[in-house]
């Protein structure tokens, strides 16, 4: 089966949408996993961090797999891996796996860990595909269109698992959120040849991947500014919603209304984002500029936003404001990843695997070091460390060079 490269980009974003409903699909069961494996809330906080930890450790081998072995093969191995793990965990408490010689608790742990190390590959993975297929002057767009898996797997995942669950349980709301994995899979083995054929009609390196480039100023600061801006988003993920029920009083109904609105915004701007980065360095701006200014107006603007919806006194307001701030931070992915591709050239996949790395660990930490400021300064503080933090990482734009460190490129004429 043939594809083009744009077919290839948009099953890049589904395989990332489906990543991210396996990887939260225990959020969604979490109440009635918790009431019938007999786990405290602070038990289940294990089982999250065992996922964050896996995926974490392992973005950097993973993207040095793809940079080996192709997006196309190793998203197709990772497509059976997050099938395969998420039908284990359905199968909790039945048969082998109903904890005679491990606690349920501890099996689950596992479970998430190896899942975790499974979805390592997704986005370096992608970053490798878009760096090898699609030319760098769209590469932002196709980075965006991949990067909006985070708003529609998000605002996917709670309907279509609570509807499953409400049903028949959830064991079969696991076993249904296992089955778009599967299908992946199969749609990169169908298309292999597809995948093969394109990167073969592309550039080719003249000589071998130059990792020097992902110890750049460039890099560094880049990876820098993503780890920033992953613990200005995780701060949303993790607290958005609790802290419109806890510091706002908005009941159970609104905040969910209220807190569904950053990731529908985020389906608009994340692409948004990758567009816009991509006409202004195809104009008059050139890579280095173009590539700049989104993520240095998205980061300071959303800072801004932070500051405001943290100061106000309505509650309305403050959770406008801070939807505005969440899809303004979502909306510099689409440059971030085009950026890297840039920088890392043939390395993309590595270099994907290290920015990613570095997002995750603000990610780790975001959770923890807001929910201690909020206790002991105020929520009021934290969200002002969180919106001048957001600031900072825009500002470290103004070092980057995209273009600076990537190695030599030449067409290959193919038989």
């Not at 939807?323 to 303004?328: M, R």
């Not at 909020?374 to 734009?397: D, F």
């Amino acid at each position: 089966m043939k594809a083009s490269p744009w077919t290839l980009v948009v099953l890049l974003g589904l395989t990332a949408t489906v990543s991210y409903l396996c990887r939260v699909n225990v959020s969604v069961t979490g109440a009635l996993m918790m009431r019938d494996l007999r786990l405290s809330q602070v038990e289940m906080g294990r089982v999250f961090s065992a996922l964050i930890l896996g995926y974490g450790l392992f973005q950097v081998p993973a993207g040095m797999l793809a940079d080996r072995w192709g997006a196309g093969r190793v998203l197709l191995v990772a497509g059976f891996w997050w099938a395969a793990t998420t039908l284990l965990i359905a199968g909790l408490g039945w048969g082998p796996l109903r904890g005679r010689w491990l606690s349920p608790l501890w099996i689950l742990i596992i479970l998430r860990f190896i899942l975790g190390v499974g979805e390592a590959p997704t986005y370096p993975a992608a970053a490798q595909g878009v760096a090898r297929w699609i030319p760098p002057v769209r590469q932002g767009l196709a980075s965006g269109i991949v990067l909006a898996s985070i708003g529609l797997g998000s605002g996917l995942a709670s309907p279509f698992m609570s509807i499953v669950m409400v049903k028949w349980g959830w064991h079969a709301a696991l076993l249904a959120s296992a089955v778009p994995a599967v299908l992946v899979a199969i749609a990169w083995r169908s298309i292999r040849e597809s995948c093969e054929h394109v990167t073969s009609h592309s550039p080719k390196p003249t000589r071998a991947p130059n990792r020097r480039a992902l110890w750049s100023r460039s890099f560094v600061l880049l990876t820098a500014s993503y780890t920033l801006e992953g613990y200005v988003g995780y701060v949303f993920i993790f607290w958005f919603y609790l802290y419109l029920v806890q510091e706002r009083h908005f009941d159970l109904l609104r905040a969910g209304r209220f807190g569904s609105l950053p990731w529908i915004l985020s389906l608009i701007t994340i692409p948004l984002g990758g567009i816009v980065s991509d006409r202004l360095v195809s104009g008059p701006l050139g890579m280095r500029w173009g590539r700049r200014v989104i993520p240095m107006a998205g980061l300071c603007l959303a800072g801004v936003f932070l500051i405001l919806g943290a100061r106000t006194q309505s509650g309305y307001v403050a959770a406008l404001f801070l939807s505005l701030a969440t899809a303004l931070v979502l909306s510099v992915e689409g440059p971030f990843w085009a950026a890297m591709m840039e920088t890392a050239g043939a390395d993309a996949g590595t270099g994907g695997g290290v920015m990613n790395f570095g997002s995750n660990f603000g990610g780790f930490i975001s959770p923890a070091l807001t929910q201690v400021l909020g206790s002991h300064l105020g929520w009021k503080n934290a969200l002002y460390v969180a919106g001048a933090i957001s600031i900072v990482g825009g500002c470290l734009w103004l070092g980057i060079s995209p273009v600076e460190s990537r190695p030599v490129i030449v067409e290959r004429t193919v038989a």
